[in-house]
T-cell receptor, first 112, second 114 residues
Framework: SQQGEEDPQALSIQEGENATMNCSYKTSINNLQWYRQNSGRGLVHLILIRSNEREKHSGRLRVTLDTSKKSSSLLITASRAADTASYFCATLGSSNTGKLIFGQGTTLQVKP | DAGVTQSPTHLIKTRGQQVTLRCSPKSGHDTVSWYQQALGQGPQFIFQYYEEEERQRGNFPDRFSGHQFPNYSSELNVNALLLGDSALYLC?????????????FGPGTRLTVL
């Protein structure tokens, strides 16, 4: 079963605009990770945010985590056509068993 | 430094057959996890191997089994294939001792069951 929900399920924007994706989860976590997947291929690790962190940046990516609301958001700034992909959040439980639980993903289309 | 590799890339089988998928972890990693991703869904955890033992298992039937070799590579075996087993199978490697368990994924094996 999936851990939580991702919102929106699909997002279409113009190049240069910002894209925001949200993820909610149900149980306490050790960390939350964001992945990108192009056309049903392998997952590319984007960023990991720990349960004691509130915000993290990596290049054009900004991730926030609100453990009180059990939610996270991924912001991609100044989007490019190459950012077109599906984005997944995945949580690692607080017991740190190594099992990642994924959301259903957000499909992002960036139009040139 | 090679990342996670998987073979084969694509596979077509018929119902009732058996299949073996292979994974080589990223250099320096000792733990391999397998995930099943149905079309339009997020990946679902099948099981994880460390020190050649199954460390944890998701909600998958016994038809799904695995193995880890001394060089940390791993196999996923699925017996008595069903149409519903058609999916992208992803392997992820990590370092068990890594505090935050960051997992790196391979390109996947696309299995089609006819």
């Amino acid at each position: 079963s999936q851990q939580g929900e991702e919102d929106p399920q699909a997002l279409s924007i113009q190049e240069g605009e910002n894209a925001t994706m949200n993820c909610s989860y149900k149980t306490s976590i050790n960390n939350l990770q964001w992945y990108r997947q192009n056309s049903g291929r392998g997952l590319v690790h984007l960023i990991l945010i720990r349960s004691n962190e509130r915000e993290k940046h990596s290049g054009r990516l900004r991730v926030t985590l609100d453990t009180s609301k059990k939610s996270s958001s991924l912001l991609i700034t100044a989007s490019r056509a190459a950012d077109t992909a599906s984005y997944f959040c995945a949580t690692l439980g607080s017991s740190n068993t190594g099992k990642l639980i994924f959301g259903q993903g957000t499909t992002l289309q960036v139009k040139p | 430094d090679a990342g996670v590799t998987q073979s084969p890339t694509h596979l077509i089988k018929t119902r009732g057959q058996q299949v073996t998928l292979r994974c080589s972890p990223k250099s320096g990693h000792d733990t391999v996890s397998w995930y099943q991703q149905a079309l339009g869904q997020g990946p679902q955890f099948i099981f994880q191997y460390y020190e050649e033992e199954e460390r944890q298992r998701g909600n998958f039937p016994d038809r799904f089994s695995g193995h880890q070799f001394p060089n940390y590579s791993s196999e996923l075996n699925v017996n008595a294939l069903l149409l519903g087993d058609s999916a992208l199978y992803l392997c992820a490697s990590s370092l068990l001792a890594g505090l935050w368990n960051e997992q790196f994924f391979g390109p996947g094996t696309r299995l089609t069951v006819l």
